[in-house]
């Protein structure tokens, strides 16, 4: 697809730049494996940006974006951010301003119970035990969050504010075929959420979302109301396959597809364009209170550069071989602190991430292993 593969990295703020330096280490053996010329050019952004220039996105860092096939970020933002005006503020001045500009409509949120985890479940056994293995397909620049008009009038008990959930129908298309061919590659199921029954915009969502779904007759189809799929997903996650929202519902629903499946450091994410081009982080957040301690689990960051390898650069074998590297990692044993129930049998941030790059040699069974393992 690409001669050389371009990734611009924004490590950002908190545990960011110490869960992507455990990404070096897969880069460096993929790179190593499969003969390929994966490049990566550091950037700033978030907190980091604006400490050094004053602005959350440097104009350098929105270039250097521009010049790469791909986009992987870590975490943005911190208390010390967190009084600024809006515009400034590194969520909203950077990752909004991004995800906006390159047109990334479409966020992809995979969340499954790994081998080895499931005791993180909160839900019940017997619940569990059946499996649970979601994508979540989230419409991600439209909707009430970028809706218009926005904003608050009047005075004293008469003040008030309002936002705008608006959706045109060739946005639901849009983010509708996404789904629809997400399902094909997995267990043919869509579930679309709206609250049709009171909103307007829901009801053009259904309505459309049906007449997509006639071109995808091998998809089985449901709708669910988003108050009755909060519960559903703790009843009977393992109903679903992949689950279609708004970008609101998709914020709501995603977080919790998150928490039943145990640790927010395990959940990568995808937002893409429709010409593949993405940005690639983890779902968490910068979690201050754990920077700093290698004791961050930097899984999310691995699995969203497994991601882009297979959404953006079309590496599905490379993307795969990760995967299971990881999951053979968790298989025996190995845990961050996040995967210990208040254990402190654990292994650190850098240890994890060597591990993965060991299995990955291991399975490959390649030359070098040992100024391989030098080097990771
Ligand atoms: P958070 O996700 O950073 O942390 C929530 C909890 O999860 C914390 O206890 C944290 O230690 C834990 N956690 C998160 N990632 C982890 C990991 N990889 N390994 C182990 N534990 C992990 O959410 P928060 O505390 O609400 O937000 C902190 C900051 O991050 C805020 O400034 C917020 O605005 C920002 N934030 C950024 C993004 C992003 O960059 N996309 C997303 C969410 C929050």
């Given amino acids: 697809m690409f001669s050389n593969y371009k990734i611009a990295v924004l490590p950002g703020d908190g545990i960011g730049p110490e869960v992507m330096k455990q990404v070096y280490k897969i880069i460096y053996l993929i790179n190593k494996i499969f003969k390929l010329n994966i490049i990566t050019k550091e950037y700033k952004i978030g907190g980091i940006a604006i400490d050094d220039i004053n602005i959350p996105l440097p104009l350098n860092t929105l270039l250097g974006c521009l010049k790469s096939n791909a986009i992987l970020l870590g975490s943005v933002g911190g208390n010390r951010w967190d009084n600024l005006p809006s515009k400034k ?4 001045g950077s990752l909004l301003f991004l995800r906006k500009y390159f047109k990334l409509f479409n966020n992809l949120r995979p969340s499954k119970l790994y081998l ?7 839900l019940k056994k017997e619940i569990y035990n059946k499996g649970l293995d979601i994508l ?5 620049i439209s909707g009430i969050y970028f809706g218009k008009p926005k904003g608050y009038n009047g005075y004293n008990k008469l003040k008030y504010a309002f936002d705008t959930e608006i959706y045109y129908k060739f946005e639901i298309e849009k983010i509708a075929h996404v789904a629809f061919k997400k399902a094909l590659e997995r267990k043919l199921k869509v579930t679309s959420v709206d609250k049709s029954n009171v909103l307007q915009s829901s009801i053009l969502w259904r309505k459309t979302v049906c007449n997509i779904s006639k071109l995808y007759p091998k998809v089985e189809l449901n709708h669910m109301y988003i108050d009755n799929i909060t519960m559903q997903l703790i009843k009977n996650p393992s ?3 992949v689950i279609l929202c708004s970008n609101l519902f998709g914020d709501i629903i995603s977080d919790e597809c998150a928490m039943i499946s145990g640790s927010i450091g395990m959940l990568p994410s995808a937002s893409l364009n429709e010409n593949k081009f993405g940005i690639y982080e983890p779902a968490g957040g910068s979690a201050p209170d754990i920077s700093g301690k290698n004791i961050a689990n930097p899984i999310a960051q691995i699995l969203s550069f497994s991601m882009l390898l297979k959404y953006s650069f079309n590496l599905v074998k490379e993307s795969d071989i990760i995967d299971n590297s990881i999951n053979k990692v968790l298989k ?3 845990k961050t602190k996040d995967l210990t129930l208040n254990s402190k049998d654990f292994i650190s941030t850098s240890e994890i991430g060597s591990l993965i790059s060991c299995f990955i040699i291991k399975e490959n069974n390649i030359n070098e292993q040992n100024t391989i393992r030098k080097n990771i």
């Fill in 116 to 122: 080895g985890l499931e005791y993180l479940c909160p």
């Fill in 239 to 241: 109903q679903f396959d």
């Fill in 136 to 140: 979540c397909v989230r419409e991600l």
């Fill in 89 to 92: 503020k590194p969520e909203i």
């Fill in 332 to 334: 025996y044993g190995y």
